[in-house]
């Protein structure tokens, strides 16, 4: 059993930045991925960005390259995703996702994760 708790989302102007924390508890020995999604309103959930957990290779969408940056904390169980330059297109309810067996398709699909956070709001205003 794992469990993840996010952090960080808020009210921020246009051009702002924000920091997300996403906390996994639990049985974290087997942690392969970790990754953030997002959904806006009437919209699928989006891959954000991900971080291989031994290696720490990262992976971002087209989206968010150049402003966002994911990283970990291993000795914490911790992921963060620093957002900086926010657009109001950036709006939406950010979740953690984890990966804990062996990547057997895509890392930007949801059915790739284990577990999930319960979602935390951001929303940027013009």
């Known amino acids: 059993q794992v469990q993840l708790v996010e952090s960080g989302g808020g009210l921020v102007q246009a051009g702002g930045s924000l920091r997300l924390s996403c906390a996994a508890s639990?049985?974290?020995?087997?942690?392969?991925?970790m990754g953030w999604f997002r959904q806006a309103p009437g919209k699928e959930r989006e891959f954000v960005a991900a971080i291989s957990w031994n290696g720490g290779s990262t992976y971002y969408s087209d989206s968010v390259k150049g402003r966002f940056t994911i990283s970990r904390d291993n000795a914490k169980n911790t992921v963060y995703l620093q957002m900086n330059s926010l657009k109001p297109e950036d709006t939406a309810v950010y979740y953690c996702?984890?990966?804990?067996?062996?990547?057997?398709?895509?890392?930007?699909?949801?059915?790739?994760?284990?577990?999930w956070g319960q979602g935390t709001q951001v929303t940027v205003s013009s």
């Open positions: 996702a984890l990966m804990s067996g062996p990547l057997s398709g895509w890392l930007r699909a949801r059915s790739s994760y284990d577990y």
């Open positions: 639990g049985r974290t020995f087997s942690i392969v991925v």
